[in-house]
């Protein structure tokens, strides 16, 4: 192999091959460094004395199926200017580390198309290094995502692992990045968040977040000029959670096992949509039939479904006219846990009619959580929590498939 041959294919420049050797399947390169790599690694001066060597190996990209190391002997000089010995700068590979930055890029090439584990067992490397190697170049392009040009938000928190742990996460809805990732829930897991953006001079105009009251004051404390928008998905799922209670509590009070019978088993049809009944199971006849037998749940099922509309309408003053209206019929209907989420709804109806001036959601943090659910399930959890919020970090690069 040529000294040029050694630049082009290991991204060696600046040294001399002096010697190839073939070793229980390894090829072994010596090189040595040319006359204008000896000077001071840290002022650069070439006023230097040489003070012995040190040998050093290498793990570089394979040639095939053959590991390649780089073998070489680091002159150690003094330098007349600082008056310290040191090693010379090595150049092609970072300080302290056994392999190259051409192995390097290799590996961050092969970590978008396979596992951890499968780089490591592919290049004969320990799993650690791979890992390091990896966490290196997410914390050096990821770690602090830029917020200076964010306009829009959405704000949810994920469960994570078993134990009831939390990661709160940050989305901009403009390019589906993840600018944060706080250990834990509510106001004091945004902290630093908050700290980070108002530095930035960010202009936020709209934040999507679920009706949680510490999701509400820290966005009013921190952002008191951003608009609040109540994810529509958030409302539905929770009259659909008051639906289930009323299901339940209906089947508890039924006295005839007609009632019972007809009521078990039709939580999932009074969720679904219309149009999602699946009419060779005859989903739509056993809905109707449980709805004709119990007037209740025959009136919160159609308010539930009316309710839908509200996000269709032509204005928000029309829009504002529906709720006002629905808010009426759901009091009316004398269902107590209808009536519970309908003074809720209309509590929270400036956020909600809010849709109308900034059409977001949290849908598609929604969409990244269950991404983060699926790099944990293949990495069978993480235990380096640190390396597992810069993966997070990385999820809007990633358009193929998951790999941890």
Same mark, same amino acid.
């Given at each position: 192999?040529?000294?040029?041959?050694?630049?082009?294919?290991?991204?060696?420049?600046?040294?001399?091959?002096?010697?190839?050797?073939?070793?229980?399947?390894?090829?072994?390169?010596?090189?040595?460094?040319?006359?204008?790599?000896?000077?001071?690694?840290?002022?650069?001066?070439?006023?230097?004395?040489?003070?012995?060597?040190?040998?050093?190996?290498?793990?570089?990209?394979?040639?095939?199926?053959?590991?390649?190391?780089?073998?070489?002997?680091?002159?150690?000089?003094?330098?007349?200017?600082?008056?310290?010995?040191?090693?010379?700068?090595?150049?092609?590979?970072?300080?302290?580390?056994?392999?190259?930055?051409?192995?390097?890029?290799?590996?961050? *090439? %092969? /970590?978008? =198309?396979?596992?951890?584990?499968?780089? !490591?067992?592919?290049?004969? &490397?320990?799993? @650690?290094?791979?890992?390091?190697?990896?966490?290196? *170049? %997410? /914390?050096? =392009?990821?770690?602090?995502?830029?917020? !200076?040009?964010?306009?829009? &938000?959405?704000? @949810?928190?994920?469960?994570?692992?078993?134990?009831?742990?939390?990661?709160?996460?940050?989305?901009?809805?403009?390019?589906?990045?993840?600018?944060?990732?706080?250990?834990?829930?509510?106001?004091?897991?945004?902290?630093?968040?908050?700290?980070?953006?108002?530095?930035?001079?960010?202009?936020?105009?709209?934040?999507?977040?679920?009706?949680?009251?510490?999701?509400?004051?820290?966005?009013?404390?921190?952002?008191?000029?951003?608009?609040?928008?109540?994810?529509?998905?958030?409302?539905?799922?929770?009259?659909?959670?008051?639906?289930?209670?009323?299901?339940?509590?209906?089947?508890?009070?039924?006295?005839?096992?007609?009632?019972?019978?007809?009521?078990?088993?039709?939580?999932?049809?009074?969720?679904?949509?219309?149009?999602?009944?699946?009419?060779?199971?005859?989903?739509?006849?056993?809905?109707?039939?449980?709805?004709?037998?119990?007037?209740?749940?025959?009136?919160?099922?159609?308010?539930?479904?009316?309710?839908?509309?509200?996000?269709?309408?032509?204005?928000?003053?029309?829009?504002?006219?529906?709720?006002?209206?629905?808010?009426?019929?759901?009091?009316?209907?004398?269902?107590?846990?209808?009536?519970?989420?309908?003074?809720?709804?209309?509590?929270?109806?400036?956020?909600?009619?809010?849709?109308?001036?900034?059409?977001?959601?949290?849908?598609?943090?929604?969409?990244?959580?269950?991404?983060?659910?699926?790099?944990?399930?293949?990495?069978?959890?993480?235990?380096?929590?640190?390396?597992?919020?810069?993966?997070?970090?990385?999820?809007?690069?990633?358009?193929?498939?998951?790999?941890?």
């Amino acid at each position: 192999m040529s000294t040029s041959l050694l630049y082009h294919a290991c991204g060696v420049r600046g040294y001399t091959l002096t010697k190839t050797a073939f070793d229980g399947g390894m090829i072994l390169l010596h090189v040595q460094p040319q006359s204008q790599q000896c000077h001071c690694s840290a002022c650069g001066s070439r006023d230097v004395r040489h003070r012995g060597s040190q040998n050093r190996w290498f793990r570089n990209v394979p040639f095939g199926t053959h590991l390649t190391w780089i073998i070489v002997d680091l002159p150690r000089v003094e330098c007349r200017q600082c008056q310290t010995v040191r090693q010379i700068e090595i150049g092609f590979a970072e300080p302290r580390r056994s392999y190259t930055k051409a192995l390097a890029r290799y590996i961050l *090439d %092969l /970590a978008e =198309h396979m596992t951890i584990k499968d780089i !490591a067992d592919h290049l004969s &490397l320990g799993w @650690d290094t791979v890992k390091e190697i990896v966490k290196t *170049d %997410l /914390a050096k =392009h990821y770690a602090k995502p830029p917020l !200076a040009e964010v306009r829009q &938000l959405a704000i @949810d928190e994920i469960a994570v692992g078993q134990g009831h742990r939390y990661f709160t996460v940050v989305l901009d809805l403009d390019s589906g990045r993840v600018l944060f990732v706080g250990k834990g829930k509510g106001n004091e897991a945004l902290l630093p968040f908050w700290r980070r953006l108002k530095r930035t001079r960010a202009r936020i105009k709209a934040v999507a977040i679920d009706m949680s009251p510490a999701y509400q004051l820290a966005v009013k404390t921190h952002l008191p000029d951003a608009q609040i928008v109540f994810d529509r998905f958030h409302i539905v799922k929770l009259l659909n959670e008051k639906l289930s209670d009323l299901r339940r509590q209906l089947y508890r009070q039924a006295t005839d096992d007609l009632h019972k019978e007809v009521l078990k088993g039709t939580r999932w049809l009074l969720l679904k949509h219309p149009d999602n009944l699946d009419l060779k199971r005859n989903e739509r006849a056993r809905l109707e039939e449980a709805l004709k037998l119990n007037e209740s749940l025959a009136s919160a099922y159609y308010l539930k479904e009316d309710l839908r509309e509200l996000w269709n309408q032509p204005g928000k003053s029309q829009a504002r006219r529906f709720l006002q209206s629905w808010y009426l019929q759901a009091m009316a209907s004398g269902i107590r846990v209808i009536q519970q989420f309908a003074r809720t709804l209309l509590a929270h109806a400036p956020g909600i009619l809010a849709w109308y001036d900034h059409p977001i959601s949290t849908g598609p943090l929604e969409g990244t959580n269950n991404k983060i659910k699926t790099m944990q399930r293949q990495h069978y959890g993480l235990r380096d929590q640190e390396f597992f919020r810069l993966k997070i970090y990385a999820l809007h690069r990633t358009k193929y498939a998951l790999v941890g």
